[in-house]
C-alpha cells in the first residue's frame, strides 16, 4: 500500500506534457511587438537589396536577347547580299515602298505600320522575311515597352530596329555637318576599306525617335566638336546602354556616356535633329557609321 501511495503521490506532481508545449508556459513566450517589427525591418532591407539586383538580372537579360536579335537580322542581312550577287538589300525611306522592312513607326493611332506584323513577315514589303524565319521578334528590343493607344487600347508596335543610313539608303545626313562625301555602302564588298567589324548595321533605336526603318548619323570628322549634332536617337534602355550590330556579324550592348543621348522614353515622338556639341557618343556614331568618299 505505502508503494502505490508513493507513486500515485508522485504523479500527481509531475507537470503536464500539454503544458510544457503551451504557448501559455513560460518556455515559449510568444513575440513581443518590438520582435516583430524587427523582422519586418529585416524583410524590408533585405527586400530592398534584392530588388535592384533582380532588376539588374532582368536588364542583363533583355540585353542578351537583344545582341541574339541583331546577330539574327545580321545575319538574314549578310545572307541576302550572298543570294544577291553581293548587293545589300534596300534600305527603303519611304512609307509605301519596300525595303529590308516597310514603314514608318510612330505614335499615330491611325497608322498600321505600328502593329501591322505583315511590313516585317510578308516578302512582297520585307526583303529580309525569307532569311528571319519570319519570325517578328527579332525587330524588336524585349526593353521596348512603348504603345500606340488606338480606340482607348494600348498595343505595342512592331519595330524598334532600325538600319544605318550608310548601308544602301539615300545619303540624306552622313554630309549635313563637313558637306564633304562619304560612302553609302551598296554592295557588301564595298565596305572593305572601313573594315566590316567597324561599321554598324543594325542599332536599337529610342522609342520615342523612330520614324523611318533607316537611322540618320551626321558625321563629325574632322570639323570642331561644337559643331556635332544629334539626328536620330539611339536606345538606352540597358542601363544606359543600347544594341548594335555590325556587318562583320557581331553584336554588342554600347555603354552611352553623354546624358543628351539617354533621354526618358514619354511615349511621344521627340525632337530630331539637334545641336549636341562635345558628344562624345555622336563621335562613336560617326566613326562607326561610314567613311569618307575617295
Not at 505505502?2 to 508556459?25: A, D, I, M, T, W
Not at 563637313?178 to 576599306?193: H, R
Not at 526618358?264 to 539637334?274: A, G
Request: charged share 20%; with cysteine; hydrophobic share 40%.
Amino acid at each position: 500500500m505505502n508503494l502505490f501511495h508513493f507513486s500515485f503521490e508522485s504523479r500527481k506532481h509531475c507537470p503536464s506534457p500539454r503544458k510544457q508545449g503551451s504557448v501559455h508556459g513560460s518556455r515559449f513566450p510568444g513575440f513581443t511587438l518590438i520582435e516583430l517589427l524587427v523582422v519586418i525591418a529585416i524583410i524590408a532591407i533585405l527586400a530592398g537589396m534584392l530588388l535592384p539586383a533582380l532588376a539588374k538580372a532582368k536588364t542583363k537579360a533583355q540585353g542578351i536577347v537583344c545582341m541574339g536579335n541583331m546577330k539574327q537580322l545580321t545575319l538574314a542581312w549578310i545572307m541576302y547580299a550572298d543570294d544577291s550577287r553581293d548587293n545589300l538589300v534596300w534600305n527603303d525611306m519611304e512609307d509605301k515602298k519596300e525595303g529590308w522592312v516597310r514603314g514608318v513607326i510612330d505614335y499615330n493611332p491611325g497608322n498600321e505600320h505600328n502593329t501591322n506584323l505583315l511590313y516585317l513577315l510578308d516578302p512582297k514589303y520585307a526583303k529580309l522575311a525569307p532569311y528571319t524565319s519570319r519570325t517578328a521578334g527579332i525587330y524588336k528590343c524585349p526593353a521596348d515597352r512603348s504603345t500606340v493607344t488606338i480606340k482607348d487600347r494600348k498595343y505595342p508596335r512592331v519595330r524598334s530596329i532600325s538600319m544605318s543610313q550608310a548601308m544602301n539608303s539615300r545619303n540624306d545626313w552622313l554630309s549635313a555637318i563637313t558637306q564633304k562625301k562619304y560612302v553609302v555602302f551598296k554592295k557588301l564588298s564595298d565596305i572593305n576599306p572601313m573594315g566590316h567589324s567597324k561599321a554598324y548595321v543594325f542599332i536599337d533605336e529610342h522609342p520615342d525617335s523612330l520614324n523611318f526603318a533607316d537611322f540618320a548619323v551626321a558625321m563629325n570628322d574632322g570639323v570642331s566638336p561644337t559643331r556635332i549634332m544629334i539626328v536620330d536617337y539611339p536606345s538606352s534602355s540597358h542601363n544606359g546602354s543600347g544594341g548594335l550590330s555590325f556587318a562583320d556579324g557581331h553584336a554588342e550592348i554600347h555603354k552611352w556616356v553623354d546624358p543628351r543621348t539617354k533621354l526618358p522614353v514619354l511615349n511621344k515622338s521627340m525632337t530630331l535633329v539637334v545641336p549636341s556639341p562635345n558628344n562624345l557618343d555622336m563621335v562613336y556614331m560617326s566613326e562607326h557609321a561610314s567613311i569618307r568618299a575617295e
